[in-house]
C-alpha cells in the first residue's frame, strides 16, 4: 500500500509543492535564529495583516503544544478548562495538558464535537470557592474532531458566556482552514471577531510539513508568551523554515484552496454513500471529516486496500478523511470498494 | 547584513543542500503519520547499524527537548542532574528540564566546560537521605559548550564514577558530530561504548533543518518512553520529513564531512589570530568554536559586519562559531578585519 | 452560633478528649524528628498489626495529601484516573492531583457516589496507544462522598477489572472507620484482602486533629515513597503528634465506637424524617451523612439555627453530616426544626 | 537515650506548655472547618497587629510548604530563584521548590549562609532573554541556616537590589524568633520594612507542635493564594488548632523568652568551649546553632550520649542547636563530656 492516498488522516498526506519551493527558497545563506529573522517577521507581518495588528503571534513545531502552550498562557494551575469529551486536548494529547499547565480538564459530553453554552454552564459554579478548580478556559475545536463546524452566533454565544464569567475562550483550530471554507468567511471573522481569545492556528493538515501558530487576541496574555515557548521546548532554532511555509500556505489562497478542495471531496465521498443502506454516515459532513457505522465484518476487508481508523469499536463506527491531494478518482474508486464489499 | 556567513552560531546556518533534497525525494503521495512510515523505520535501522541494535531511538523536534525528554525518563522529580554551570540544560533553555522533569539541576563550576570526576564527587553525597534531592543523572555536553572534546577515557571515567552510584550519564550531543570529527572516532565509541546511558544526537547545527534523536542504550530506561514522547509535545505527526533529513545527513558521510569542514575552519580562524596581541583566545579549539577575549570597545566595530555574541561582558570574552557552510574565505575577511580594528 | 454542634461537616467537631490527652502524654522532653522517634516506630507498628506485615505505611498531614501522593506513588504523568464524578479527588481538591502527579482524571457519573465494573469500562481503552493517557489507576471513597458504603464484592470486583488490565486500585479512606463500622468489619478485609493497593487512611473526621496514613499493600509500590513525601511537602517534623494520635485512635476500639456512634446519628437523623412530606431523602444512610432534597425557601431558614450546605443548588440537594460528637438531644431539635419550618 | 534534651536539632523538642494548654482550650464543639472560625480571625489579627493591616497572612502546616508556595505565589516557572547553597529550600527540601514551581534555583556559594549584593549580582544577566530562566527572586534565610544572622541593613541592601531589577524578596523565616530576639527588634522591622516582599513565618523550632504562617507584605501577591494553598495540600480541616497555637505564641512575649533562652544556650555553648584547643567554632553563633570543627574520631563517642548531626564529614563540622527547652544544666554536662573525649 506504499503511499497510497488514503482515508486515514489528514496528516498522512504530503507537503503541498508550493509550501516545499517556498522552503528551499529561503535556504540561502545565514540568516539568525530563533526566529528574529527577515523571513519570520514578514511572515508574522502577514498574519498580522489576516487577523490584526493588535495580535501576536507565535510558531511553535506542532498542534499540541499550540494548544498546550496557549492554554498555559492563560493559566494557572487551579484552574480548569472545559472542553468536549473528543476534543483533542481531551483524548489524543496523552495528558500533555495536564502534565504541563496543571489544570484540570472537565470533559463535556457532546452528540457531534460541539459545546453549546447549555452543556458548559452545567460546570459554570464553585467560583471562588477555593477546594473547587476555577473555571476559566472554555476550549473548542474548529472545525470539530466529529467534522462539524461552528457557526459564527454559535462561537459568539460561547464566547459571551465565558467573558460574563471572566473566562476566556480558546480554539483549537488545527483544521481552522476547513472550517473557514465551509463557513465561506476569513479566519478574523470567527475568531477574534467572534470573541476567540486564544487560537491555535493550524496548517500541517492541509498542506505543510511542521509548524502551528499560537494567535493571541489581547496582547496582555501573551507578554510572557517568550518564555513559555522557550521553556516549553517549541522554539525552533532555524525558524525560517517554519516562517516560510506559512507565507506559501497563506499566499495566492493556496490554505483556501487547500481546504476547500478536501471539503468537497469529504461532500462527495458522503453524497455517494447515501445510497448505500448498510452504510450509516452518523455527522453532518462540514468539514474533510466523514463518520459513519458499518457493518463490523465489513472493516478489515475495507482496511487492506485502504486504511482508515474505526472510531468506535463498540458500534463499529469509523472516521474517513480527506485531505487537499485526495482525487475524485480516489473518493469513486473507495466507493466502489465500499459498494462491492457490502453488498 | 542579509544572509551573510557570519561567526554567530552554528544554527543560523541553513540546510545542506542533499538534506534539502532527501525531503524533498520523500514528498511523495501518503504515508501513515507518527513515525509508522516506511522512511522513519528506515532512518531507525540506519541509527541502530550506527549505536547496536540493542539501542532504541526516539527522535523529536530540537535539542532542547531529546535533553528533557530523555532527562526525564531516567528520572523521577526527587533526583538531581549533575551539569556543567555552562551547560545548555542549566543556561539556555529557560528552566524547561526543571519544569518538564521536577528535578533539581546542580550546575558544577569548570574552567571548560567539561566536568570531572574530582568535580562531581563533591555533590555526591546524601543518599538515601530523603531531604536531600537525590544524585542520580551526570549529564555531559559533547562537545562542551566552550569548543572543548571529551577524550574516550575522560567520558569512561565519568560513566564510572556515576555507575559505582547507581546513577545514569547523560551526554548532550548538539554538536555531537563535530566531536566525533575531533576524536577520530565513530559515534558509539564515545558513547554507548564509552558508559553513556541516553544520549541527545543532534543534526541541526550541523547541517539538519529541524529533528533530533534520543538514543537509550538500554531499552529498559526506554520502555515508556512513546508516552513521555507524546505527552512533552514532541512527537511529529509528518514524521518522514525528520526520518528523511536523518538518512541523508549519516549517508555517504556527509555528518562527518561537514563536521570536519566546520572543525577545520575554527582552527584556522583561531591560527590565524595567534599573532594578534590584542585577542587572546581563552579556550582549546577542538571543535566549531572559538572564545576569545578582545578589547572591548572593538566588538561592537567587529560586530557591525559579522554578527557574533559576547559570552561574558564583563571579561569581554566573545564566542565565534564555524559551521559546515564556513568558507577559508569569510574567515580570512573576518581576520583582516580584526587586524585592521585592532590596529 | 458560637461552637454549636451542628450538621454542616465532620470536619467542624473538635478533637476526641483521649487523643488530645495522648498528644500531651508524649509531651515530654526531646524526640527525633521526622519519624525515626520510638512513638512513630510504635504507631506504625500498630498499624501493622491492622493491616498486615507486608505493608508499608506513611504518615502525612492531610487526607488531599494522602490522596495525592498516593497516587504519585503509583503512577507516572501519562497515566489516566479513573474517579467517580462526586469523588473528592475531582471535585474538592482544587485540582492538586493534575497539578502534582500531571495525570489525566476521568471523571465517571453516579447515582449513588458509587463505581462499578460497568461504568469503569467506559474508559478502559487506548492501552499502549502513545496518543491516549494510559488508564492505570480506578480510585474509589470508602464510604462514598455520598454517604454509601462499597460491600465487599463491590470493591474485589472493581479490584480485579483493575488487575485484569494491570491498573491499581487506590482507596480514599476519609472516612473508613463508618464504612468498617457500618460493614461490621476490620480494616483490612475490605481494603488489602479486596485488593486495595494503596489506601489513603483518615481519623481527622472521626475524632483526631491532623494526620492521614497511605498504606501500601505491596512494597514494591512504595519503595520510594519517602522521597515523594518529602518532596510533596508532607514529611513532618514533629512527626510523634500525629504518632500519638494514631495511637490512640486505634487503641480501645476508639476509632469504632466513635464511626458507630457517628453513623447512628445519621441513621436517626433520617428515620426521624422519614415522616416528614417535605424531606425527601436522597440516597442510602450507609455511613454518617444524610442527603436530602428540601423545599428551597425553607433552606436559610434552617441554617440560621443550624448551618450545613447545600450539595446541589439547583435541586434544592443539602448534606447533612453527624460526627462521633453528635448528641441525638442534637439531632431530634434539628428534627423539631424541620418540621416547624416545613409545615 | 529516651527523650533525652540533646542538641540534634531544635525540631527535637516538645512543645511548650502553654501552647498544648492553648490547643486544649480551643477544643470546645463545633466550629467551622479551613479557616472561617473565629480562633483563626483572632489569630490572624493578632499576626495582622504585628505585622501591619495591609498584609495578608496564611496558614500552612509546615516551613517546606510555607517555603514552596511563597514561592509559587510570586513567581511563574519560567522564573529563578537566587539563594544560598547552604539554604534550606536548596539543600533540604528534596527539591520540593522545583516540583512545584517549577522554578531554577540558583545557589550561590556563601561562608556564613548569608548572601551579600556582590554574590548576587553575578546572577543578575539575561533578562528579557528567552533562552534564560529569568531571575525573579532573592530568597534569604533569617536566622541563616548557618546560625547567622542579617542585620536590618543587610537586609534593605539586599531589598534594594532586588526591587532595582524588579524582583521580590523572599525569607524563610522558620527561626525568625531567634534573629528577632538576636537584633532586639520586632518582626516588622527586618521584614516588611526591611523590603521583604514575603515571609516563611516559623514557630515549630520554637516551641509549636506544626502550623507555619505565610506573610505577603503586599496583597497583590497575594490575590489568588488560597487556591495556591489548596492546591498544594496546606489547608488544613481543623485550622482552629494551628491558630490556638500562633495565638499562645505571640502571647505574653512566649516567642521572644523562648528564642532568648534558646540563643543564650547555644552563647553558653560556644563560650564554655572557646578554650578547648581540640574544638574550632566555625561561624558566628548569633542565634541558636553552633558550628564548630572537631576531631573526626571523637563525634562517634560524644554522639552516643548526646546524638547531633555531622554538617561535613570531610572537615569534620557538626552542627549543635539548642533549643527553647535546653537548659544550663544540659549544655554544662555537654561541655564536660566534650572536654573529657578531647583530652
Known amino acids: 500500500m506504499k503511499n497510497i492516498r488514503g482515508f486515514a488522516s489528514?496528516?498522512?498526506?504530503?507537503?503541498?509543492?508550493?509550501?516545499?519551493q517556498a522552503m528551499k527558497d529561503?535556504?540561502?545563506?545565514?540568516?539568525?535564529?530563533?526566529?528574529?529573522?527577515?523571513?519570520?517577521?514578514?511572515a508574522l507581518e502577514k498574519m498580522k495583516k489576516i487577523f490584526g495588528e493588535e495580535t501576536d503571534i507565535y510558531f511553535v513545531f506542532i498542534g499540541t503544544a499550540a494548544n498546550v502552550l496557549g492554554l498555559d498562557a492563560i493559566t494557572q494551575s487551579y484552574h480548569s478548562i472545559i472542553c468536549a469529551e473528543t476534543s483533542h486536548i481531551h483524548e489524543d494529547e496523552c495528558g500533555a495538558p495536564e502534565k504541563f499547565t496543571g489544570c484540570k480538564l472537565l470533559a463535556v459530553s457532546t452528540k457531534d464535537g460541539k459545546l453549546t453554552p447549555t452543556a458548559i454552564k452545567k460546570y459554570l459554579y464553585g467560583f471562588d470557592f477555593e477546594h473547587h478548580s476555577q473555571p476559566h478556559v472554555i476550549s473548542i475545536t474548529q472545525a470539530s474532531e466529529m467534522g462539524t463546524v461552528y457557526t459564527v452566533d454559535e462561537i459568539k454565544a460561547i464566547a459571551e458566556l465565558a467573558h460574563e464569567n471572566n473566562m476566556l475562550l480558546h480554539m483549537d483550530g488545527a483544521r481552522i482552514a476547513n472550517a473557514a471554507a465551509r463557513l465561506?468567511?476569513?479566519?478574523?471573522?470567527?475568531?477574534?471577531?467572534?470573541g476567540v481569545d486564544v487560537l491555535s492556528f493550524g496548517g500541517t493538515k492541509n498542506g505543510m510539513m511542521y509548524g502551528e501558530?499560537?494567535?493571541?487576541f489581547n496582547k496582555e496574555l501573551s507578554k510572557n508568551f517568550k518564555y513559555v515557548r522557550k521553556q516549553g521546548m517549541q522554539l525552533a532554532s532555524k525558524m525560517r523554515y517554519i516562517s516560510a511555509q506559512f507565507m506559501s500556505y497563506l499566499s495566492n489562497d493556496l490554505w483556501l484552496k487547500n481546504a476547500l478542495h478536501a471539503n468537497s471531496m469529504a461532500s462527495l465521498l458522503a453524497s455517494e454513500l447515501k445510497?448505500?443502506?448498510?452504510v450509516k454516515i452518523t455527522q453532518?459532513?462540514?468539514a474533510n471529516g466523514v463518520f459513519a457505522i458499518l457493518p463490523k465484518e465489513a472493516?478489515?476487508?475495507?482496511?487492506?486496500?485502504?486504511?482508515?481508523?474505526?472510531?468506535?469499536?463498540?458500534?463499529s463506527e469509523v472516521r474517513w478523511m480527506t485531505s487537499y491531494d485526495t482525487k475524485a478518482k480516489d473518493v469513486r474508486k473507495f466507493v466502489r470498494l465500499i459498494k462491492e464489499k457490502l453488498s
Chains 1, 2, 3, 4 share one sequence.
Open 284 to 286: 453532518k459532513v462540514e
Open 26 to 42: 529561503v535556504n540561502v545563506g545565514h540568516t539568525i535564529a530563533y526566529g528574529n529573522d527577515i523571513y519570520t517577521q514578514a
Open 299 to 315: 472493516v478489515p476487508e475495507l482496511q487492506k486496500e485502504f486504511f482508515f481508523y474505526v472510531w468506535n469499536e463498540e458500534t
Open 275 to 278: 445510497d448505500v443502506a448498510a
Open 184 to 194: 465561506g468567511l476569513g479566519f478574523k471573522e470567527f475568531t477574534g471577531d467572534a
Open 10 to 20: 489528514d496528516n498522512n498526506a504530503g507537503v503541498h509543492k508550493s509550501i516545499m
Open 213 to 216: 501558530a499560537v494567535v493571541f
